[in-house]
Structures are given as C-alpha cells and as structure tokens.
C-alpha cells in the first residue's frame, strides 16, 4: 500500500463518531487543540455565513449575541471532542432548543450547520496547510465530518422536542378555552377573543358535536378537523367527560349540511350534532343536545345523529327509567319465548314501520314472503295484546321498539 493511500484512509473506528477520537494521531489532536485558542474568530466567521447564507436567520427574532454564542459552543465543543479533551452533546441541544424557540425552521437549522461546517473545514483546511499538516487532517476527514453530523442530528432531536412541548402546550391551552366556552362560563367581554384564539369566526353559525370515545382509544373521526378545514369550515376539538367535543364555526347557510354530511363519512363511534345556534352562550344547552342525539345511536353502532331529527329517540334518552319501564310494560311477554324469535319479532315490526305499514314492503326489506310478515306481526300481537292496526297501540308498540333499541 503506497503512502498516499495511507493518506486517505481511515479506519473502521475512525468513521464512527460515537468513537470519533479513536485513531486520530497526535498531529491531528494537535491541530484540532491549537485551533481551541481561536473559537472567537472562527465562530465570528461561520457567524457571518450563515447569515448571508440562510435567510431564516436575518428575519428571525434570534438576537445577534445569541446566535455568536451557540456557534462558539459548538465550535468549541467539536474542537474539543476531536482533540480527545471532551465530549458533549449539549452545546448542539441547546442550538437547538435556542433555534425551535426563535421560530427558525428545522431546514435553517439544518442548513446552518451545513453552512458551519464547510466553513469549519476550510479553517481546518488552511490551518493544516500552514503547519504542513495537510495529510494528518485527510486521514481523519470521516471522523470530522462525522461529528458535525452528530451534531447536526442532535440539534434537530432537540429542536423537535421543544416543537412537541410547544404543540402539547398551545393544544392544552386551546383546549382550555373550547372547554370554557361550551361550559358556559367564559365571560362576554372575553368570547370574541376566545374564538379567535381557537380560529373561529365571531359572526358564524355554530354546531357542537359529541363524538363516543372507545376504550381502544380509536379515533372516533379519523382526520375530522382536516377534513372540515378543506370545506371551508373552521373547527376546535377537546377531549372531555370521555366524549370527543367540537365547536364548528359554520359561514354560510350550506356549511351546515356540509358539516354534518363531513362528520357523517368519519363516523367510527357514536356521534351526535346540536341543533345550530348564532351565540356562543349558547353552547353548553348545545353541548346537551349533541350529547342526548350521540346516545339516540344504539349502542355498539357506529353513526351521526341529528338533534332534532327523531324527538321520540330523544324523550326516551332523557328518561331511561321510563324508557325501561315502557319497554318492560309493552315487550315484555316476548321474553316468555325463545330469545332468537323475540328478536326475529322485533326486526318484523321495525321492518315492517321502516315500510309505513307496508306488508309487501316489509317483506322484500326481510328477504321473505308477505304472509310471513303477517304471521308475525300476528305472533307479537298475541303476545303483548297490541296490535299495530289500532294507532294507539302502533304508538306503544313503535315506543317500546325504539326505547329496546336504544338501551
């Protein structure tokens, strides 16, 4: 092997930067020491790259000061980790920390440390040249490289974690005021400010949603609030009570349909929507609404209901003990016989009101003959002395169907 390819070459430990002094002779140690005596004026330089460099950082609110001293940290820092002094990732964290706090974006971050070390390497570079120490520095190129990429990587890890702590932070506090809101205990001086905070319109028309959450953790409407914001319609979500809440700000008379139909195709959970109201001290009457039409949705089903739409569903929700009690008092003969035909019995009836009180149509709806829907309906008129040709007793009969469906 000639001397140029030593020249070149580094070894395995040599091109891990978790063992980046590893291999490294003392020619290059020395360099790298001797270069600690001029952090100020190599930092000052990289200092002036990236700012003509990176635009991120001439328009950011990052003081001038700041960034000279977190370049001179890591400045330092690689220095001193390449001469075999020290080792640490904290200098690169707290660029990091420093930079997701100024609002830089992670590619100014990243670009920046590109930017250093290139300019990191050229002062390398000629300083090498100087003390004819050009050879010792290639053959520990990797290992130089490899630690400012290990910076880099660490910068972004700790960026990204202050980017998540500030997203939990302004989620909780947005969360605080949907809550606020739809208790109903926001001050009237305060609401406009409040819907604003949570990106909703002072002049809109409002919906709530109460959406069942599953002990899974499933999302009850995978992508709602995405899905609403394509459609022009501005939303706020909060977890409360074991429910999934939202405020939608409705600004035109058809969003409304639109809100619904959006949450209609999400549904993976029980769903319920208020009717629209026009002021937000409104909101937690809505609240209650959303929450009676979510349970007006059978149990174990997944669907949307709309306050309003079935009023029957609605009492029965309200009053589960009277509910139960017409149950009891109109079906329950029915659990005299085996539980498959009670249940056989209940789908005729609802077959047959989903058809008007079209036998025919009843029967297509249950895949049989129409006299098979006669001889039931007959059935469960000898069993609970209701029959639903009389209208009082198809009014029993239809109430206590629904509060069996709703329980």
């Not at 208790?183 to 002049?203: C, N, Q, Y």
């Not at 149950?327 to 609802?350: K, N, S």
């Not at 007959?378 to 509060?403: F, N, Q, W």
């Amino acid at each position: 092997m000639s001397p140029s390819d030593n020249a070149v070459r580094t070894t395995a430990a040599q091109l891990d930067p978790r063992n980046v002094t590893a291999g490294l002779d003392a020619d290059a140690r020395a360099l790298f020491a001797e270069m600690l005596d001029s952090v100020e004026l190599i930092s000052s330089r990289i200092v002036d790259g990236i700012l003509n460099g990176e635009h991120a950082y001439a328009e950011s609110t990052l003081e001038l000061s700041v960034l000279e001293s977190v370049v001179a940290e890591n400045v330092e820092a690689i220095l001193l980790g390449l001469s075999g002094s020290s080792r640490s990732l904290e200098a690169p964290r707290r660029a990091g920390r420093v930079k997701a706090a100024s609002n830089i974006p992670m590619a100014g971050l990243l670009h920046a440390y590109r930017l250093a070390g290139l300019q990191l390497w050229e002062e390398m570079m000629s300083r090498s040249r100087a003390s004819s120490r050009s050879e010792a520095l290639l053959r520990v190129s990797s290992a130089v490289w490899g630690i400012i990429d290990e910076y880099s990587n660490a910068a972004a890890d700790a960026y990204r974690e202050v980017i998540d702590d500030i997203g939990r932070k302004d989620q909780q506090a947005k969360s605080v005021t949907l809550l606020t809101l739809l208790e109903g205990e926001a001050a009237t001086g305060d609401i406009g400010r409040m819907l604003r905070a949570l990106g909703l319109s002072e002049h809109a028309t409002y919906l709530v949603v109460a959406a069942e959450l599953s002990g899974t953790g499933e999302d009850p409407m995978p992508g709602i609030a995405p899905r609403l914001r394509a459609a022009g319609i501005p939303s706020a979500w909060a977890t409360w009570k074991g429910e999934f809440v939202g405020l939608l700000g409705c600004l035109v008379e058809t969003d409304t349909t639109i809100a619904t139909h959006v949450v209609a195709e999400l549904a993976a959970s029980r769903i319920g929507v208020s009717r629209t109201f026009a002021n937000v001290t409104a909101a937690s009457e809505a609240v209650t609404q959303a929450r009676l039409a979510m349970q007006c949705v059978p149990s174990g089903d997944s669907g949307v209901h709309r306050y309003g739409s079935a009023p029957l569903d609605v009492l029965l929700v309200r009053d589960p003990t009277s509910a139960a009690e017409i149950h009891t008092t109109v079906l329950g003969p029915l659990t005299t016989i085996d539980p498959r035909d009670a249940e056989l019995l209940l789908d005729t009836l609802e077959a047959w009101f989903t058809a008007e009180g079209s036998t025919s149509e009843a029967a297509r709806l249950l895949h049989c003959h129409r006299n098979t829907v006669l001889h039931r309906l007959a059935k469960l008129s000898e069993l609970t002395g209701r029959s639903v040709t009389r209208p009082s007793e198809a009014a029993e009969l239809y109430t206590a169907l629904r509060a069996a469906r709703l329980s």
